[in-house]
């Protein structure tokens, strides 16, 4: 119960309308407290300015300098203290410090000043009403001097609690921004460790069955009697297959096994480029599909990051169309258009993604499509896959690169 008191407390504190409303109610108190004890006009002018003035606090914090100030020049014009005048100094004071518009020693130093100015004029009118006020050199004389005393150690004290909240709040930020630091610290530090987790798995379950896939298609050519060189050379592309996917695999590897931020110690096997998009073709016809490269434009070298999106492109789609069309034939065409714009299209003559079950490359939709979409939009082009129109199955890519 108590904390939900507190809570609601500071929620009101901490609102908008808080300084408004308090401004406010305290500058309707002071024009009743001038109508209940009416003063002169230099009173009647520092008591309102001093009370109004503390509605702007914390839209315009220096505002309670004219604060402080207003209220030690209606102090000034009467001997008598107003309520309204000490409420508002002290919140003035304390707004001050708060958000600290001076150094505290400045603040308190100067109201201090303005303090003893008042009782200097204070003095002087307790002489004018013929009150027993000895001269500044008699004995007692410095009993005259208790009231900017006594004003000093309140303003004093009033700038010290608004530093000290100043200086909590602070350090709890800065205890709070620690404790961020800290738990963005362990996970990333639990994100490495998932990293190295995958990687091991990656080695032990894909690494090994890659690496046994490649060593019995090579000894297969040497221990299978009566194969043909068309059978051969077949075994001869799923090693060598076998054994490309293995470095991108290492490469891989490696990458998960490096800590964030240390990425320059990775492996830096050199990336698939456009290039080998004709080797890609003749691994696609050599597991017995039929596949057809066109080029067009002039062969420009693009940012690697380019190079390796359009590459990927490439090989999913032909991967999809091995596994839902097989007895297909595929185009894979690429245009290097004059307007830096890298045109992808990879088509096939299969049944489509909408005839029956299992059939065309779009079938499933699993990770492939998202893959490739996602890396076309890496470099701010765009994909889409679907029916071609003329059947089949299309993936047409346009990878813009430079400025268009």
């Not at 000895?134 to 004290?157: C, D, M, N, Q, R």
């Not at 690429?334 to 490359?361: E, F, M, N, V």
Request: aromatic share 6%; proline share 5%.
């Amino acid at each position: 119960m108590r904390t939900s008191l507190q809570q609601r407390f500071h929620a009101w504190i901490a609102a908008p309308a808080y300084p408004w409303v308090t401004g406010g109610a305290l500058a309707v108190g002071a024009a009743a407290e001038l109508i209940a004890f009416p003063g002169s006009v230099t009173t009647t002018i520092g008591v309102l300015v001093s009370s109004a003035s503390l509605m702007w606090r914390r839209s315009f914090p220096p505002v309670a300098v004219l604060t402080v100030a207003a209220g030690l020049l209606g102090f000034a014009g009467d001997v008598n203290l107003y309520v309204s005048i000490t409420a508002s100094g002290l919140i003035g004071c304390y707004t001050l410090g708060r958000n600290r518009v001076l150094h505290p020693a400045v603040t308190v130093a100067g109201a201090a000043l303005g303090a003893l100015c008042v009782n200097l004029v204070h003095i002087n009118t307790w002489s004018r009403m013929d009150l027993p006020v000895p001269a500044l050199w008699e004995k007692g004389s410095l009993s005259l001097f208790a009231e900017s005393f006594l004003l000093t150690v309140v303003i004093f004290g009033a700038v010290m609690m608004g530093d000290a909240v100043r200086s909590r709040e602070e350090t709890r930020e800065e205890r709070n921004l620690a404790q961020a630091q800290l738990i963005a610290m362990e996970r990333q530090q639990a994100a490495e460790a998932e990293r190295a987790a995958i990687a091991r798995e990656l080695h032990d379950i894909v690494s090994h069955s890659v690496s046994m896939i490649a060593v019995q298609a090579e000894s297969a050519t040497y221990t299978t009697p009566g194969l043909t060189p068309e059978a051969r050379e077949g075994f001869q592309q799923i090693a060598a297959t076998a054994r490309s996917s293995m470095s991108e695999l290492r490469r891989l590897l490696g990458v998960l096994r490096t800590p964030q931020g240390q990425g320059d110690t990775a492996l830096t096997a050199p990336q698939p480029t456009l290039d080998r998009l004709a080797e890609l073709v003749e691994q696609h016809r050599a597991v017995g599909g039929e596949a057809e490269l066109r080029v067009t434009g002039e062969r420009v070298a693009l940012p690697a990051t380019w190079e390796l999106s359009a590459y990927r492109i490439a090989q999913e789609a032909l991967t999809n169309a091995r596994k839902h069309a097989p007895d297909a034939r595929t185009v894979v065409e690429i245009d290097y258009g004059a307007d830096q714009l890298l045109t992808l299209r990879i088509h096939d003559d299969g049944p489509g993604p909408g005839s029956g079950p299992g059939s065309g490359p779009g079938a499933g939709a699993g990770h492939g499509l998202t893959g490739m979409r996602e890396r076309a939009a890496l470099v701010g082009g765009r994909l889409s896959a679907g029916a071609g129109p003329d059947g089949g199955f299309l993936v047409e890519a346009e990878l813009p690169w430079g400025t268009r």
